[in-house]
């Protein structure tokens, strides 16, 4: 398959890479920033353009893996091309292309992608949708070239995902950083959590989460919890949070 | 070494295991509920107590693996041993172990522990800590028998830990329940979101957290936010979490 990716982002590279790995011919990679395009095309052995006049128009495939804000922008310059056109975003929907006439879809990876870490994409969870059947059938067998893991799910439950993957994934992430920095001013190694924060999610790839919840608040030990608050007195906004979660586990597990 | 357990909780059950599984010799488990003390006694070939007066005077090593709040009262029982005592909590000051004469110290592993997983010491930090510098070498010998991660640690530095702790294991787990719920209630499966859940954790085993933030917040994405926010309009309470959380990362990354 002749797969054009607009963007040069962390989904845009891992993706390009997992389907270049794949065997689909990735010929294009545009992006505004001609030199961010050559970065990722020339990895992939690719073309790179910035400029819209120079995107071919005959590729089956175009990816656009673009802010959420820019994808409509974006696909506003693909209206003389053939192929199919998806995005990749959890929150957006389907007709921001479909109104553009375009042949549409969806290729959301659900995962959380840094520069920094290579990863592979064979457990990776794809969400695919598209407008037209056949389209649907192109999509899901690409998605299972590259995962055993794919999902058809329309727009509604697609952004719900996007909205669980905030708790599951972005603010556990922060509440790991609120623990590096008390530890950081208390001269003790962030390392140290290490282990505990592998378990805690180790635990749940076999458990539901509700039935391994450990802790004071779970264990209504309010003891343990006002020694807890009253540690964090000269840091309202962590004792915010703290008091905020607390309570959230004492409702859930009444 | 002679040990004896007191108590037949996640701890215990852990710990006493990892002791025999190193040779030492776990003599007695005692627990108030002596089914209780049976159970991991059994697995462990030691003998079931449920009366202090059956408690052995001679063995090296006391491990009081109880409820916070019953350390106290289980301490108080061990007047006549001669041997090291220690107890098994974050949170717990040495000194109420000593103020009973005991010889004293502390013997608390970081990790969440669940009778449904098995998991092994190799890797789990130990935090010791004694009053006589000769009863810390003892810990220290038998903490790197069964683990390379062996911190001596004050009181004070424990505890701080152990708040920490709630942060990096306690919530995300939680959040993890809450993005279950809201999953569930869109008949969508809890297990869509597993890989992105390990993901989040092992990225954290080679970054520190700061550095590897994603997701709306971060980005200063206030449309996704606001989307997301009026998705939970029925779920007030998960909407105060969402907000809490996303201004807390907004306030990190400013």
Redesign the interface.
């Known amino acids: 398959m002749d797969v054009v990716i607009l963007g040069s982002g962390n989904v845009a590279t891992h993706l390009a890479k997992a389907l270049k790995a794949e065997g689909e011919n990735v010929v294009q990679v545009y992006s505004q920033n001609l030199d961010n395009a050559k970065l990722l095309a020339t990895e992939i052995g690719a073309d790179a353009i910035a400029n819209y006049t120079n995107l071919i128009s005959t590729a089956d495939l175009y990816i656009i893996s673009v802010?959420?804000?820019a994808i409509n922008e974006v696909a506003a310059q693909l209206k003389n091309v053939k192929g199919l056109v998806v995005h990749t975003s959890g929150?957006t929907d389907i007709n921001v292309l479909s109104k553009h006439g375009l042949k549409s879809g969806v290729f959301y990876p659900?995962?959380?992608?840094?520069k920094?870490?290579s990863?592979s994409f064979d457990?990776?969870?794809l969400c695919i949708e598209a407008e037209i059947e056949s389209d649907l059938d192109t999509l899901e067998k690409l998605a299972n070239s590259l995962t055993s893991?794919v999902?058809k799910l329309n727009g509604e439950?697609r952004?719900?995902?996007h909205?669980?993957?905030?708790?599951?994934?972005?603010?556990?992430?922060?509440?790991?950083?609120?623990?590096?920095?008390?530890?950081d001013s208390?001269q003790?190694e962030?390392d140290?959590?290490?282990?505990?924060?592998?378990?805690?999610?180790?635990?749940?790839?076999?458990?539901?989460?509700?039935?391994?919840?450990?802790?004071?608040?779970?264990?209504d030990?309010q003891?343990?919890i006002n020694?807890?608050l009253s540690?964090?007195n000269n840091l309202p906004?962590l004792q915010?949070?703290?008091q905020?979660?607390s309570n959230?586990?004492k409702?859930?597990h009444k």
Request: proline fraction near 6%; aromatic fraction near 8%.
């Open positions: 802010k959420d804000d929150t659900l995962q959380t992608f840094s920094a870490k990863i457990n990776i969870p893991k999902y439950k952004k719900v995902l909205l669980t993957a905030v708790f599951a994934c972005n603010f556990p992430n922060h509440l790991y950083a609120l623990a590096a920095k008390i530890l208390n003790l962030f140290i959590l290490r282990p505990l924060i592998f378990e805690t999610a180790d635990k749940v790839m076999t458990n539901l989460p509700i039935d391994v919840q450990t802790g004071p608040a779970v264990r030990d003891n343990t020694k807890h540690m964090l906004e915010d949070i703290y905020t979660l959230s586990i409702i859930t």
